[in-house]
């Protein structure tokens, strides 16, 4: 993966300048080397992602003492533990930078793989085994570097760089008042996307206008001239009602998917939430490279749920990810070709999706 150097990320920086004055009726959507290209790929690592809060899993992941989950987010490995409440570290021994668990689980320790050395749940050493004299090395300078966690409603949020304003608030607010306590998980999935991390987000802050294009079925379950978008620097909420009474549905059981009123939640930069009826599911979009990037979908339910349920409302999901991933990964494409330098924004409802590439753009500007 390239690395920046100085002249050209101060040749990026001018061209970002450019457009922080720009209206939403006189600005053109990003050039293509904001999804394309290696180096400023790395360069958002460190402007966007390490300074921003990051969603990392689930609260049910966490139940006893000793439950953990692990990760990695652009190289930054991490994990989550239970202790009297979640607590975050670097996942990174402190002897020989090993990483101490892999995946989720329970132990009774933090116990590394390489020689042994065993942390508590606080991130204290605590043993090291046959290490003999030790003489001036103190195990108090050894601790693990824990991370700022938030938790909200079941999400686990982490920071991995300086710490900034948690901006999640209007997460908090959304769940509150859906009475998000009721939903259980019910399962995950993973998509891998041949496309870069923007284009995924693109698509969800394009405020429905790809919707009757690109999603017939869930088209034929939602009220289009209900739609409304609440824009904020760091989160929208897109909102619709069903067409009631609609039964029919070509594209898979939608009906059993979609009532009453939609909800669709985005955080900056990569976190969304979406709400339909006594079903909510998540959106992870985890950059992988340049041009991929991995979106991770996990479902609750709120209610009794049967095996059918289950089956048709996940198959109509599935379906609106296939159509999804077709359209983005036709527009990485088209990036990539070299001949799009950015194209004019529909005011009407590309507001979010412009929100998102000013706010990306005072991250990349405060770097």
């Not at 494409?333 to 590309?350: A, Q």
Request: charged residues 25%; aromatic residues 16%; hydrophobic residues 30%.
């Amino acid at each position: 993966m390239g690395k920046a150097m100085p002249n050209q990320i101060d040749e990026w920086i001018d061209k970002i300048r450019k457009r922080k004055e720009l209206s939403l009726e006189e600005a053109t959507s990003p050039e293509a080397f904001w999804y394309t290209d290696d180096a400023f790929f790395q360069f958002e690592r460190d402007s966007v992602f390490k300074k921003s809060w990051q969603y990392v899993g689930r609260s049910d992941q966490l139940i006893k003492k000793g439950d953990y989950f692990s990760g990695d987010l652009f190289g930054l490995p991490y994990l989550v533990v239970y202790d009297e409440g979640p607590r975050a570290f670097y996942n990174i021994c402190s002897h020989h930078a090993t990483c101490l668990v892999e995946g989720e689980g329970r132990v009774s320790e933090l116990k590394c793989p390489y020689h042994g050395w065993v942390y508590n749940f606080q991130g204290e050493l605590k043993k090291i085994p046959q290490a003999g004299p030790l003489g001036k090395l103190n195990p108090k300078n050894l601790k693990l570097t824990e991370l700022p966690l938030k938790k909200v409603g079941p999400f686990i949020f982490l920071n991995f760089g300086q710490e900034k304003k948690w901006e999640g608030n209007s997460l908090e607010s959304v769940l509150t008042d859906y009475s998000y306590e009721g939903f259980k998980f019910v399962e995950s999935f993973k998509y891998r996307l041949k496309c870069n991390w923007k284009v995924f987000v693109d698509n969800y802050l394009d405020g429905g206008y790809h919707v009757p294009h690109m999603h017939p079925g869930l088209t034929e379950q939602i009220d289009f001239s209900s739609y409304k978008t609440v824009r904020s620097d760091f989160f929208s909420v897109q909102t619709c009602s069903s067409r009631r009474g609609n039964q029919s549905s070509k594209e898979g059981d939608f009906l059993e998917r979609v009532e009453g009123k939609s909800s669709y939640f985005w955080l900056y930069p990569n976190f969304m939430v979406n709400l339909y009826g006594r079903w909510m599911d998540t959106n992870w979009v985890r950059p992988i490279k340049s041009n991929e990037c991995e979106v991770i979908f996990d479902y609750f339910y709120r209610g009794i749920l049967n095996d059918e349920l289950k089956r048709k409302s996940l198959k109509a999901s599935g379906k609106v990810q296939e159509e999804d991933t077709l359209i983005c990964e036709r527009v990485q494409k088209g990036l990539e070709s070299g001949l799009f330098s950015g194209g004019p924004y529909v005011p009407k409802f590309e507001g979010s999706m412009y929100d998102f590439h000013q706010q990306l753009i005072k991250s990349y500007l405060e770097f």
